[in-house]
């Protein structure tokens, strides 16, 4: 009886134990910020850990951190010098690009470089600069082709509801997904964790129903726009995590639409482009992303012309993780082109004023981010 007793003792035990493992390992391959042990990541994922804890606990509904797009058509403009010249600092995250890679000869061919530049020792500052990179996708398959929807008949192919990997589009996607993970690879190795804001602004403008990207208008729905587009993003975001190994990668879905959420698993920080006619706080799109999942998730303003005065953010507790002024045109002075140079979008004052509130953090005020707690 003894024996019976302790074997079945025994059993439950082991059964148990698996089922907690079996538990276990579910939780974790469903939680797409902390899905492996650090002790398995690379220095540039548990870099990617430590910049997640720091947003998560000393930024996230307290602060927001400054950010300002680089100019990837144009090498000779140095936008992070510009936001210096105006206010004396430097943002703490700068904006990259893919735009135009592979395209030899073409301007942003080394946004790879800059990128990790910034990371090692931002403007000779001693500090680790934060990136961010999004992808201005050129048509696949054709050297310089356009992105916007209207000007490409490119669609993504699916078949029965999924992505048809049989078809020459497919083909044609997978080699430049190739041509980008490479170059997020040379960023993994040099330790450089990424805010990856690919497949952006799927949706276009919502209430014409227009996406002005190939990415987000394959369909004659929008139904089934939306299918191609969470088939697509959801291929991109399986494709580097676990192929690629890309444990750099902190995912920042932009589709500014319900309808083409990927779902939890998929996303790190949700995010809006704002290109508004005053300095409010865009409680109104704040609230309204905030509503595409049930789930928490941090709120960041990735693209903006006019910035949100902190103290409209802080009064309407619209506490977007970070902004992104927009990049500026060829054209110096006071232009409708020129996000931040001049004054058509931000004055002097605004700027100075932005930069210097106690909410707004810029790189001076960074920790070091290689040796932020991984707990």
């Not at 500026?328 to 930069?355: C, P």
Request: proline letters at 3%; hydrophobic letters at 30%.
């Amino acid at each position: 009886m003894k024996k019976i007793v302790l074997g079945i003792l025994i059993f439950s035990l082991l059964f148990t134990s698996c089922y907690i493992t079996s538990q276990n390992t579910m939780n974790e391959n469903n939680n797409n910020i902390n899905n492996q042990q650090s002790g398995e990541l690379s220095m540039a994922g548990k870099n990617k850990v430590r910049l997640l804890n720091y947003l998560k606990s000393e930024v996230w509904e307290k602060k927001t951190l400054s950010g300002q797009m680089d100019l990837t058509w144009d090498d000779s403009i140095d936008m992070l010098k510009k936001v210096y010249s105006s206010t004396g600092k430097y943002p703490a995250i700068s904006g990259y690009d893919f735009m135009n890679i592979g395209l030899s000869g073409w301007p942003g061919e080394n946004q790879t470089e800059e990128a990790i530049s910034w990371w090692n020792n931002a403007k000779n500052t001693g500090k680790h600069g934060i990136v961010t990179f999004c992808w201005h996708w050129r048509e696949p398959g054709k050297s310089g082709g356009d992105f916007y929807s209207e000007k490409t008949s490119f669609t993504i192919p699916m078949k029965n509801g999924a992505l048809d990997t049989s078809h020459s589009n497919f083909s044609k996607i997978k080699t430049d997904l190739d041509k980008v993970a490479t170059e997020l690879t040379k960023l993994k190795n040099a330790g450089v964790p990424v805010l990856w804001r690919p497949l952006h602004e799927a949706g276009g403008d919502p209430q014409y129903n227009n996406p002005w990207f190939w990415w987000g208008a394959s369909g004659n729905s929008k139904t089934e726009k939306a299918t191609s587009y969470k088939a697509l993003y959801i291929y991109m975001y399986e494709y580097f995590t676990y192929t690629k190994k890309l444990d750099n990668l902190i995912w920042v879905w932009n589709g500014q639409v319900k309808e083409y959420y990927p779902g939890d698993e998929y996303v790190d920080i949700i995010s809006e482009d704002i290109y508004a006619e005053n300095h409010e706080s865009q409680i109104s799109k704040f609230n309204n992303a905030k509503n595409y999942t049930s789930d928490e998730k941090m709120i960041a303003l990735s693209e903006n012309g006019r910035i949100p005065l902190p103290e409209n953010m802080q009064k309407d507790k619209a506490n977007w993780l970070w902004f992104m002024t927009w990049n500026d045109g060829n054209q110096s002075g006071t232009n409708e082109s020129n996000f931040w140079e001049g004054s058509y979008y931000n004055e002097d004052s605004i700027k100075t004023a932005v930069y210097s509130h106690e909410n707004i953090i810029t790189l001076d005020e960074l920790p070091d981010l290689t040796s932020y707690p991984l707990q």
